[in-house]
């Protein structure tokens, strides 16, 4: 689905995330557990239990079984869901601070081991100091520090969920 659809489909639900933030809950929940559920997912996406219309909830119960697929298949086709690069850095800025945002919140509700490897541990510390950005840059320089910060995400990401969902042995549970 695209940005703009996501955005209609979230205003409709009543959810009072953006689509960054909500795709970053997503990650942050599936980071630490694969076997999350969508229904989980969609209650903290709407904790004020507000009946959501069926076609909505099925085509977020989609993108977040999209997400899991993304994340789980080696062909690293895994990215963060954020406004398409015609719109203002600004906006893109902001929806990579509330994707952080959501991904940090994801991974607490999933339960996040209490001794993270130090590689993770690092990452998550990366992705606090990135909820910080400031969203008023401008210019060439910082369109590609953007785009160095939207790939670092995406591959950190990927590292951190097969290091969270893999035990030493290199079984995943």
Same mark, same amino acid.
């Given at each position: 689905?695209?940005?703009?659809?996501?955005?209609?489909?979230?205003?409709?639900?009543?959810?009072?995330?953006?689509?960054?933030?909500?795709?970053?809950?997503?990650? *942050?929940? =599936?980071?630490?557990?694969?076997? /999350? !559920?969508?229904?989980?997912? +969609?209650?903290?996406? #709407?904790?004020?239990? $507000?009946?959501?219309?069926?076609?909505?909830?099925?085509?977020?119960?989609?993108?977040?079984?999209?997400?899991?697929?993304?994340?789980?298949?080696?062909?690293?086709?895994?990215?963060?869901?954020?406004?398409?690069?015609?719109?203002?850095?600004?906006?893109?800025?902001?929806?990579?601070?509330?994707?952080?945002? *959501?991904? =940090?919140?994801?991974?607490?509700? /999933? !339960?996040?081991?209490?001794? +993270?490897?130090?590689? #993770?541990?690092?990452? $998550?510390?990366?992705?606090?100091?990135?909820?910080?950005?400031?969203?008023?840059?401008?210019?060439?320089?910082?369109?590609?520090?953007?785009?160095?910060?939207?790939?670092?995400?995406?591959?950190?990401?990927?590292?951190?969920?097969?290091?969270?969902?893999?035990?030493?042995?290199?079984?995943?549970?």
């Amino acid at each position: 689905m695209l940005y703009q659809e996501l955005s209609s489909l979230m205003a409709v639900t009543g959810a009072d995330v953006s689509v960054a933030e909500a795709h970053g809950l997503a990650a *942050g929940i =599936l980071c630490v557990n694969h076997r /999350a !559920n969508a229904t989980f997912w +969609l209650q903290e996406l #709407s904790p004020d239990s $507000v009946s959501m219309p069926a076609d909505a909830n099925d085509a977020l119960t989609q993108w977040f079984e999209e997400t899991r697929r993304l994340l789980i298949e080696e062909d690293m086709a895994f990215s963060l869901m954020l406004p398409d690069d015609d719109k203002p850095l600004s906006a893109r800025l902001t929806a990579l601070t509330e994707w952080c945002h *959501g991904f =940090l919140f994801g991974m607490g509700t /999933a !339960n996040l081991p209490a001794n +993270l490897p130090d590689d #993770s541990r690092e990452i $998550v510390k990366d992705i606090m100091e990135f909820t910080k950005l400031d969203t008023d840059a401008s210019g060439e320089e910082a369109e590609n520090d953007f785009m160095e910060l939207t790939e670092y995400l995406r591959t950190s990401v990927m590292y951190l969920r097969i290091d969270l969902t893999t035990n030493n042995n290199g079984t995943v549970h």
